[in-house]
């Protein structure tokens, strides 16, 4: 049974590896940058901390869209 949790919490800690490498991958593509060099100079690393701590922006996607509407439909009126 304790190797079952072990391995989960391997699982788990690997994938959450996989998740950061995939988010920096993403933001050096769109900054024009190798993945080493957006880590090194371009994202704060702190952004990761609540990430780590299960916290996402998620929750706040559907109010930034609707801002973003807003803002669009201001500017192209």
């Known amino acids: 049974m ?3 949790i072990r391995a989960q919490q ?3 800690k690997h994938e959450h590896v996989r998740e950061v490498a995939r988010a920096v991958r993403e933001v050096s ?3 024009g940058n190798a993945p080493a060099v957006c880590r090194a100079s371009s994202i704060d690393l702190r952004v990761f901390e ?3 701590q299960g916290r996402t ?3 706040a996607l559907p109010r930034l869209a ?3 509407r807003t803002l669009r439909s201001t500017l192209y009126a």
């Open 57 to 59: 922006v998620r929750p």
């Open 50 to 52: 609540p990430f780590e």
């Open 66 to 68: 609707a801002r973003a």
């Open 10 to 12: 391997e699982q788990a």
């Open 2 to 4: 304790l190797a079952g």
């Open 29 to 31: 593509h769109c900054l």
